[in-house]
């Protein structure tokens, strides 16, 4: 099909391909809403009003928008791959997200990109991708790859590829340190994502000089007003666990809303199928008081924008792609139709086209662990006193606690009576055989081991415990499905969600990650856990960057300082 | 200055250049007004508060906006160089324009848009370039240069090429014709601009998928209101003649603002003086009804970022290019200090900095013409009917009249008894001795001829006149200053305004060029002109794609048919 084709249609001189009739189109241009027929060719709005087609669909006076737009997201979040993830978002009308694959590019590099770029091709769910800007998040641990600004260059050219993912190290660039500045600039006037949690003031102000156009981070009103007066683009995060919408729409005016848009930075799969997606920060953005053509343009029309996008997409307008959503009312935004480039894709929550990628890449193994055995976890000292992760519940910040040990023997075990137990993190990338032993409390296991190989930024395994035997078991359970979650325990392994792409990743539906996740959680909890999404916790034991106290392989680390520091003291 | 420079004074280790204190900024991103401190550095806002700066300038709590952008000039039009327009409209607060040099480029061709981009080069003035889209207007007529896709298509590499400009020949896009589609399509995500006087439904429909992404030809609300819900960005015209804004203000909402943005098209050079340029239109904004903050989003932001620009400019934020401009209030829009790059360039309306361009191009004589004598004014014929063109006052389309006449010795001559003058279009671009003669009514002249090289859109010489004598008395004239105006009486030249660049531009300053003008005017008067401006009504005759009767140096023109015709039947 030409433009030409679309010309002539457009003009009334060949039929359309689809009339979609009685529509009340919301047109976020106009600020109004039209009741009128809407002409599709070669899966681009070219008309309104009265057409021939060749085949029409009457959406009985339900309102047409354009297709919603996540602008910032890690898809592995979810544990899924793209397509799973395009399953599950597609029939709530999602039509487009900004991914960063900022995990398994921790995992694979550049070649984790590619996967992923080549994971979301063909999938009726446009992938746009960023670049991961801080591959590693530091150097106290080992991740799988390094991505330097000469590696992002060459990943500029692909496919999809829009911009840099959000630059966490913030600290970095106010420095005005070289190699990130090198990863800022990269492409002239190609947008770079920022991450600024609690940036203020002249540090704020440095950090947006260097180049920096947007962020996703603010908590509070202040935050956030400050931001956009500086002139960042706002992505207002609606995430699982981080949500901050109720917070922010407060500052949402319809004068300043073309500067705002939504994200979810990260959505659980069981947040995805129970409560939504975009469609789901819709309902909350009205119920807050934003004007629903104000919220359905930051939802449609603000992230294509903002980002530039050739193509016109993110409205219901002449020339522009037909990603649309059939919306029962303006109040529950419930899709009932979706269309991704003029065909009809989901219906009543429901997907009714083939969800899967042109050519599904290769997923290898990613576990890659020397000489785990149980002696290497062993904690040896003569001390008396130790520097133990305490986790703060429902935060990623932990604290630093400084706790009596007794050492038997010269040994120091888990103590599950104290809520003591022992935490490792292992190398699997290069198999090196590196291993990081220290302590924490919180979680409240009183037997068994939970293990993950999802460990931010940098992917290693991670394991907690109450005995050395049962987390020796958990890792082995894990590294023999090629990562995931597990859990063991009397030495056995009990339970496991296998994410065998990269370690982050199932090949299963979100239905059944969800319930296996669901599964894992209620095992955890029959062996102690006292955190609601152990695995989440976890998670984040071994962020370098985070304070106060941190776990990597290279040892224990003190994140207030950004340097390694003794378990004992 | 580097980079590192700016982040350095932005995190406060290093002083600014420049301080602006007590300022009461205009935000456009927040949509809100903040009383602070602006700190520049390197010729960009760095941050806001409190800074050590070289150099600190009191504002006293006067309001700060950036500087005013014209998304849409013809600069020609003012007559003027891009130097001395920068003179008259700089103080005025406009720091940035959108020219289309479709003029100078319908003379010069290629080289004319270059000329363009030299003479405005280093100027306190920034001017980005559109490329004209339809040189020449028609085969009706002879310019001086065709730019064919393949040409502009070099151009777009020169220094402040922004887009594509004003794509006048709707009805060759509608039809989907090759030539003009490669011209729409020549950069993918470079801007194209329309103009679509009065097109609707399915042939506006047509022309926006086309690949158009702006207006500024609506004259109704209603117009305007299908155009930006179709998808187009809207540049609302408030020129010298066109005036839009009063009938256009009211579909303007602040959540559609962002959509529409100010431009001037054509301003005469007094009206620069006397009124301003988007200052003028603020004024009349914000009396028509629109918010202050959302009338400075029009005229500062919005243009910039529908052009993409890759710089950040437009706002008064922290990265983005410090033209800004100091307004007395958000009523007036006086401005008390215009500032460019960090540079105070203009203070209570006058220039303060040099404003020539770095290198002044060459000038060179584009009167080219041959043959030029009375005997071939004269009209012969036997019938005694004549196609007159009739003036419609106070616009641009043309009546067909038909008129009876009373051939002598076979020679029908001017008539000024009825209002029945001689018109002749003379070709000057290639020496090829065309020439087109008819009549004309509606110019009241009672005796003398009026000449012009400014005509639209060839610019070729166009004369008028009561009598053979004055009217190659003007001509020659004109020739002889190579172009520009002239008024000829009793068979010698009576008054000149000079315009030798390309025969469209004076070298002189705006008050000289406005001053020179109203002689011209007041001559015309005195010799019996009924028309205003007879300069401007003349300088539109030879349009040969308005309706309904033209002049072309290829003769007589049926617009409306897009044929030539006889002067007689």
Redesign the interface.
Same mark, same amino acid.
């Given at each position: 099909m030409t433009?030409?084709h679309?010309?002539?249609v457009?003009?009334?001189r060949t039929p359309a391909d689809l009339l979609l009739t009685n529509a009340r189109?919301v047109?976020v241009?106009?600020?109004?809403i039209?009741r009128t027929s809407v002409a599709i060719a070669d899966g681009?709005v +070219?008309?309104? &009003?009265d057409?021939r087609a060749r085949r029409t669909i009457d959406l009985k006076g339900a309102y047409l928008s354009a297709g919603f737009t996540d602008s910032h997201i890690h898809i592995e979040s979810s544990l899924l791959t793209p397509a799973a993830f395009a399953r599950a978002v597609v029939p709530h009308g999602t039509t487009a997200v900004v991914a960063d694959p900022h995990e398994i590019a921790n995992v694979e590099g550049a070649a984790g990109v590619r996967w992923m770029i080549r994971a979301s091709a063909g999938l009726p769910l446009t992938v746009n991708i960023v670049l991961p800007s801080c591959v590693p998040e530091s150097n106290l641990v080992t991740s799988g790859a390094r991505l330097t600004a000469h590696d992002l260059k060459k990943l500029t050219k692909l496919p999809r590829v829009i911009g840099i993912g959000e630059v966490m190290n913030y600290p970095a +660039?106010?420095a &005005?340190t070289r190699a990130i500045?090198e990863k800022i600039?990269l492409i002239?006037?190609m947008r770079v994502d920022g991450h600024a949690p609690g940036l203020t003031?002249?540090?704020?102000?440095?950090y947006?000089?260097?180049?920096i156009h947007s962020d996703h981070e603010s908590t509070t009103a202040r935050e956030a007003?400050e931001k956009?007066?500086?002139?960042l683009h706002l992505m207002i995060r609606q995430g699982t666990t981080e949500k901050n919408l109720s917070e922010l729409a407060s500052?949402v005016?319809?004068?300043?809303?073309?500067?705002c848009c939504f994200c979810s930075d990260d959505r659980s799969a069981h947040d995805l199928i129970a409560n939504g997606h975009i469609d789901d920060i819709l309902r909350s953005a009205v119920a807050e008081g934003i004007?629903p053509?104000?919220a359905l343009?930051m939802a449609t029309n603000n992230a294509p924008y903002y980002f530039?996008l050739?193509r016109?997409t993110g409205?219901v307008?002449?020339?522009?792609v037909a990603d649309l959503v059939v919306l029962e009312n303006l109040k529950n935004f419930r899709a009932q139709m979706v269309f991704k480039g003029g065909t009809l894709v989901a219906r009543e929550g429901k997907l009714v086209v083939p969800c899967t990628p042109k050519q599904q890449p290769r997923v290898h193994n990613s576990m890659h662990v020397k000489g785990l055995a149980a002696e290497r976890l062993v904690l040896r000292t003569r001390k008396r006193r130790a520097r133990v992760i305490r986790i703060t519940p429902h935060q990623i910040i932990t604290r630093e606690e400084i706790v009596d040990v007794t050492p038997v023997n010269g040994i120091v075990a888990a103590d599950p009576s104290r809520d003591l137990l022992k935490l490792a993190v292992i190398e699997r990338h290069r198999a090196s055989g590196r291993m990081g032993v220290g302590l924490v409390r919180g979680f409240g296991l009183k037997r068994g081991a939970l293990a993950s190989s999802v460990c931010h930024d940098s992917h290693n395994l991670i394991v907690v415990g109450a005995s050395d035997v049962d987390m020796i078991a958990a890792a082995r359970a894990l590294i023999a499905s090629g990562g995931g979650f597990a859990i063991a325990a009397g030495g056995k392994k009990r339970a496991r969600l296998e994410l065998p792409v990269a370690g982050l990743m199932s090949n299963a539906s979100a239905e059944v990650v969800s319930e296996k996740l669901a599964d894992l959680n209620r095992i955890a909890v029959s062996l102690g856990s006292a955190v609601d999404e152990p695995f989440l916790a976890l998670s984040f034991l071994a962020l370098s960057v985070i304070p106060e106290l941190r776990l990597t392989d290279r040892g224990l680390v003190d994140a207030r300082i950004m340097k390694r520091t003794a378990v004992f003291l």
């Open positions: 433009l030409r679309r010309i002539d457009a003009a009334g189109v047109s241009f106009a600020d109004s039209h681009v +070219v008309g309104f &009003g057409y +660039v106010i &005005g500045l600039r002239p006037g003031g002249k540090a704020l102000a440095a947006i000089v260097a180049g007003r956009l007066a500086d002139g500052i005016t319809p004068a300043n809303a073309h500067r004007a053509i104000t343009q530039r050739k016109r409205a307008a002449i020339g522009y």
